[in-house]
T-cell receptor, first 113, second 113 residues
Framework: GAGVSQSPSNKVTEKGKDVELRCDPI?????LYWYRQSLGQGLEFLIY????????KSGLPSDRFSAERTGGSVSTLTIQRTQQEDSAVYLC???????????FGSGTRLTVV | AQSVSQHNHHVILSEAASLELGCNYS??????LFWYVQYPGQHLQLLLK??????LVKGIKGFEAEFIKSKFSFNLRKPSVQWSDTAEYFC???????????FGKGTKLSVKP
């Protein structure tokens, strides 16, 4: 597609359950990023993938968070044993290179109850 | 670590007023700088970017930003705002070998008709 696609757009889950969030980047974009947006907190970097290099996981807040990118395209962000503080909008972006900026998806709004 | 400061949390203007949103970053080397906008209910969109050349950058919808290296600033300006500019604005920086963007916490702009 023409843009970055994220699914689901909304997810409500019970505390302690695992969730998977999906991102389809723009075709040909070598870099893929995950951020978390909370009210009043701006965008918090989580992880990024660049080509075939090892991902930069330096922003992941705990070992409950993980992500993978298969075939240099689709990415999945997994949150295990969700907690209420994980409630946020999870944003995916892709880019041909960081100096060109990102194209963002519409995000997945995660609510942990 | 790199950081970005947006000093104004919420700015309220009347239509036709001039706008300047502050952005300061902390990184002493070569930087790439960006402004993103998020209209209500929409995803983040790139307004403008700077990575070299003329420090006065023009973006979409009449916005411009000036990179002042000595002040570590990249302020966003618009001579005359419209009600449709009501949105949240995010400044972002990428410096050196950093592979991802660091975002400020955002400035919410409300324009009164």
């Amino acid at each position: 597609g023409a843009g970055v696609s994220q699914s689901p757009s909304n997810k409500v889950t019970e505390k302690g359950k695992d969730v998977e969030l999906r991102c389809d980047p723009i075709s040909g974009h070598t870099a893929l990023y995950w951020y978390r947006q909370s009210l009043g907190q701006g965008l918090e970097f989580l992880i990024y993938f660049q080509g075939n290099s090892a991902p930069d996981k330096s922003g992941l807040p705990s070992d409950r968070f993980s992500a993978e990118r298969t075939g240099g395209s689709v990415s999945t962000l997994t949150i295990q044993r969700t907690q209420q503080e994980d409630s946020a909008v999870y944003l995916c972006a892709s880019s041909p290179g960081v100096k060109y900026g990102y194209t963002f998806g519409s995000g997945t709004r995660l609510t942990v109850v | 670590a790199q950081s970005v400061s947006q000093h104004n949390h919420h700015v309220i203007l009347s239509e036709a007023a001039s706008l300047e949103l502050g952005c300061n970053y902390s990184y002493g080397g070569t930087v790439n700088l960006f402004w993103y906008v998020q209209y209500p209910g929409q995803h983040l969109q790139l307004l403008l970017k700077y990575f070299s050349g003329d420090p006065l950058v023009k973006g979409i919808k009449g916005f411009e930003a000036e990179f002042i290296k000595s002040k570590f600033s990249f302020n966003l300006r618009k001579p005359s705002v419209q009600w449709s500019d009501t949105a949240e604005y995010f400044c972002a920086v990428n410096g050196g070998s950093q592979g991802n963007l660091i975002f400020g916490k955002g400035t919410k702009l409300s324009v009164k008709p």
